[in-house]
């Protein structure tokens, strides 16, 4: 007798750890089992009043809670320094846009100057010039005596 009520005993403790201390929550097999054990166990009444300690425990701290309006205004207030500013200014933050740009457009137009002012050096009319195929043997023999030619 003492092992069928140790037995029903841990299932009562499994059963209210898992479904909470609410009757309503208990499996309907093993409901008539725990009433019976709560009408004749001091220890299945202590394991229950343990268990609804502990859902309200779990009901106290499961409440959402609620900022005051103090708080949302100052995180609105705070929100709107941070982000000051259009959609330009979020996208390039290293202040006025027109510093960068003259400079990029005053060294595209000296490039462009240098490239139409410099000698064109490919054509200086010199005998090896980088237009004129300089070997084209196809053995060293053949360079040798190509340079000998000059």
């Known amino acids: 007798m003492k092992d069928i009520l140790s037995t029903d005993l841990e299932r009562f403790k499994a059963v209210v750890e898992t479904y909470g201390a609410r009757e309503e929550a208990w499996p309907a097999a093993d409901h008539e089992m725990m009433q019976r054990l709560l009408e004749t166990s001091d220890v299945a009444r202590s394991l229950l009043r343990q268990e609804k300690k502990f859902d309200l425990l779990l009901q106290e701290q499961s409440r959402p809670i609620v900022a005051s309006s103090d708080l949302l205004g100052r995180v609105l207030v705070n929100a709107e320094d941070i982000n000051q500013g259009s959609l330009f200014r979020s996208l390039w933050p290293f202040g006025s846009l027109?510093?960068?740009?003259?400079?990029?457009?005053?060294a595209a137009c000296i490039g462009i100057l240098l490239g139409f002012s410099s000698p064109n050096i490919l054509n200086n009319g010199d005998e090896y010039t980088l237009n004129d195929t300089v070997f084209s043997g196809g053995t060293m023999i053949d360079l040798e005596t190509e340079y000998e030619n000059l």
């Open 98 to 106: 027109w510093q960068p740009a003259a400079g990029m457009a005053v």
